[in-house]
Each structure stands twice: as structure tokens, then as C-alpha cells.
């Protein structure tokens, strides 16, 4: 199974999939590296791995419509059977939903359908739950529609909100875990423990 990563900055996900398809705990292989961002460190992990990168944005491509065509044909390029989305801050078009439907996953550092939604990412969500005296926290991989955070859940890990937690005691806790969820979650796609639709 060929993955593509889309991620917009640091990517601390991407390189635990990196690390996991490495070290051989994920049996997927890591195939490209897509960012809105050509500053990203993500693309520099990618390139340290040995994995190809692009960087596609309005930079590159001004037309909304034609971006999202060389989106998807940079993925079929590639041969990519599955897109993770990990930290990416773009919406992706029509045309890639439409050709990956049922085969682009996303993570989220919440229990969906909580505190999820446009402008829920990062700190931003860790602050919602303790601001709402939240006992549990976690993360959700999820399928990707047309909407934020909407498409079905795929698998969730659910992690303890202590009442020592800041934001980022939380945080780092609740990432440590959506890694782990994502890899564990690769690899039944992978294995086909989790179907794909036909293509």
C-alpha cells in the first residue's frame, strides 16, 4: 500500500510514519510527501527519508481547479492507494475527494464529533477541552469528506484529562497517542483488516 502524506508544517506525524515504515512496524510504504508550505519541515523530513515531495499551494498554482487537478495527478503519478492527512491546513478540492473517496484519512487530537470543526486544530482544541472540564480527551482517525471533520470515524483512542493538564501536558499526551492510533490504523488498511473501495 503507497501512502502520500499532506502535512503544512512541522510534521511530527509524517515522521512517526516514516519511522514506523523504517523500522518496519508499518507495512505501508511511505511514497510522497504533498505540502502547502515549500518552507515546511516536513518537506525536509521527507527528503532526508528519501521520499519525493511537492509543493503545491495557490503559489504554484493561482487556479483553485487547476491545483486541485495536479493534486490528483501527482497522486496517480505515484501510484498512491491512500492519503493521510497529518497537520494539513488546506482544504482539499473537489476533484481529489471525488478520486480518492473512501481512501483519504485524516487525524484530529479530539473525540470526534467533539470539538471538532473549522479552526478546531492544535492547541486550539486541547484549550476547548479543559475549558469545558472535559474527564477525557483522545484522538480520532477519520475518513475525509467534503466537510471538516465530518466524515466517519475509522478508530479512536481516548486518553485522561488530569487536573494537573495544561495545554501542553495535554497536548503532548494526546499526540503521542494519535500517533500510535495512526500507525495501528495504517497497518488494518494495510492489511486489509479495513477494506478500501475498489478502484
Do not use: C
Not at 53 to 62: E, P
Not at 160 to 174: H, Y
Amino acid at each position: 500500500m503507497n501512502i502520500a502524506i499532506f502535512a503544512s508544517h512541522f510534521g511530527s506525524t509524517l515522521q512517526a510514519i516514516l519511522d514506523a515504515a523504517k523500522s518496519g512496524e508499518l507495512r505501508a510504504t511511505p511514497r510522497l510527501v504533498i505540502s502547502n508550505n515549500s518552507a515546511s519541515e516536513a518537506l525536509n523530513r521527507a527528503k532526508r527519508a528519501g521520499v519525493a515531495t511537492r509543493h503545491l499551494s495557490s503559489l504554484t498554482h493561482a487556479n483553485q481547479g487547476e491545483l486541485d487537478a495536479e493534486i490528483v495527478r501527482t497522486l496517480s503519478e505515484h501510484a498512491i492507494d491512500v492519503v493521510v492527512l497529518a497537520g494539513y491546513m488546506k482544504k482539499l478540492g473537489p476533484q481529489v475527494i471525488r478520486a480518492y473517496a473512501g481512501r483519504i484519512l485524516n487525524t484530529h487530537p479530539a473525540l470526534l464529533p467533539k470539538f471538532g470543526g473549522q479552526g478546531m486544530y492544535g492547541d486550539r482544541v486541547h484549550a476547548a477541552v479543559l475549558v469545558a472540564n472535559e474527564a477525557e480527551s483522545g484522538a480520532t482517525v477519520h475518513w475525509v469528506d467534503e466537510e471538516y471533520d465530518r466524515g466517519g470515524v475509522i478508530a479512536q483512542v481516548r486518553v485522561p484529562v488530569l487536573a494537573s493538564d495544561d495545554v501542553a501536558a495535554l497536548g503532548k499526551r494526546v499526540q503521542a497517542a494519535e500517533k500510535q492510533l495512526l500507525v495501528r490504523t495504517l497497518n488494518q488498511l494495510a492489511q486489509g483488516e479495513i477494506e478500501l473501495p475498489r478502484r
